[in-house]
DNA sequence: CTTATTTATGCATGTTTTTGCAGTTTATTG
DNA sequence: CAATAAACTGCAAAAACATGCATAAATAAG
């Protein structure tokens, strides 16, 4: 068996199962355990996985939600919440996915927005909610335990019917090269979806995440027309996003 | 078992429950106490949650709206909460409505039950996801201010090509004349599509609903295979119930 | 075709991590 | 304050890990 074979089995293993255990693995491909370690570390290396004492888990994997834990960079977010809004204006129709940063930004919608909110994640729809002139409506399907949005066929089929205004969407990985890439597979099914269903598409990221590429890709940069992050237009890091024709924030 | 998926379990109970047991922990996941302490003192100082003496609980404890303390009628709805467990088996495919009793409901569910949920409530999808073995499928459609549920044409779209093992729903008012009987109309078409999808109907209700009448009708009695509320079935209140072919619980 | 070089793998070795246990200290409760 | 439960400490065993090295296969060069 071909170590490429062999890796790509433990890929599948991961998004199967979200965990691949080392012992399990050197049974199951009749390989000695050093060898199943050195896979996973060059799997480790180039970000596909994430590896843990005693074998790997899928990159997707976060923490189970809790609610007022502290966030991951909360200033950034916040930031980025205001600019976001900024794009938002009367009677549009917005679609949104999930995430921290779209949650704060739900919370910090000024009540006076009349506006529709289609969304994929039960979190936002319950916040947004909360505002008394917005319409929200929730697209459903199974919920993803990794990242707690709608997801599957059912979620993509009923996006095909739609057409929207703005595409509001948190990213995992952004880069010129790549674009915006993603680490779970379900996730990059519904997201191309989505981004198909919207006039305009604006993505939520934190600069952290500038110039990092995950394994799945999403779309290319210059689909992107707004790119929202917590840095000014001027900062080094951004300049060559300048060139690109995706506007900044 | 990875240290990780112990740490993400300890984390959902917590989200569930608000706090966890040492000793508990310990005998679910069959290691010994000392391990949990180790974990939960990681899980602490990454600021996950908080430890205290005994096991930890969620960080929000402290703070003054505790969800917990605003449920009326909390003890009553555990009650109710267990006793539809007790309809649960595995393997089922579940239909579930909103409303506070079936968060609690959701909260409770044994973490061995292997079962596919479909909700219409964002809430209960969140909850439910906090369990490993549980497929959680959400029906969306706009999301009811009022009721946090999602109600609509596409609701009753989606339901109309389901079949499911068992329909829970609370309920706003019960009587032997009226039947079912509920206030908000969308919501009401909402419940008829989930009934008739659905092989059996388990109505939670607090005994203080029964005998009482909304504007709007739900369906007849007899279309209600269980009725569970906390009180035990030889109250007085219930014997008028007794007669009738819906199952007291 | 032969030789050299790289690559992949397994094994032996020593190190680190994880876990459970015994003994002691600290905290909680009535 | 006494009884009990939980927490901490140190330690030991087991499992996982890292490293260096030998072997064998694949590849490249002559």
């Not at 990159?59 to 205001?82: G, L, R, V």
């Not at 739609?162 to 779970?184: P, V």
């Amino acid at each position: 068996m071909l170590k490429e074979e062999r890796q790509s089995f433990i890929i599948k293993q991961i998004n199967l199962h979200n965990k691949v255990l080392s012992n399990e693995l050197s049974k199951k491909l009749a390989v000695s355990e050093d060898t199943i370690r050195r896979d996973l570390k060059e799997l480790a290396k180039t970000g596909k996985i994430l590896k843990v004492h005693g074998g790997a888990i899928g990159k997707a994997f976060h923490y189970p939600y809790h609610h007022n834990s502290e966030i991951y960079a909360q200033t950034a977010k916040q930031i980025i919440a205001d600019k976001a809004i900024s794009l938002l204006k009367d009677d549009m129709v917005i679609l949104t996915g999930g995430g921290t940063t779209m949650i704060e930004m739900a919370k910090k919608i000024p009540d006076n927005l009349k506006a529709t909110f289609f969304t994929i994640s039960p979190m936002v729809a319950l916040t947004l909610a909360n505002h008394d002139n917005l319409t929200v409506i929730g697209i459903g399907g199974e919920l993803s335990k990794n990242s707690n949005v709608f997801i599957g066929t059912s979620v993509i089929n009923q996006l095909f019917d739609l057409k929207m205004d703005l595409c509001l969407l948190g990213a995992n990985g952004i880069s010129i090269q790549e674009g915006m890439t993603d680490s779970d597979w379900s996730v990059v099914q519904v997201k191309r979806a989505m981004i198909h269903s919207c006039q305009k598409l604006a993505i939520l990221s934190i600069t952290e995440k500038l110039n990092t590429v995950q394994r799945m890709k999403v779309c290319d940069l210059n689909l992107i027309d707004y790119l929202i992050t917590e840095s000014s237009k001027e900062e080094p890091i951004l300049s060559p996003y300048q060139k690109t024709k995706t506007e900044l924030l």
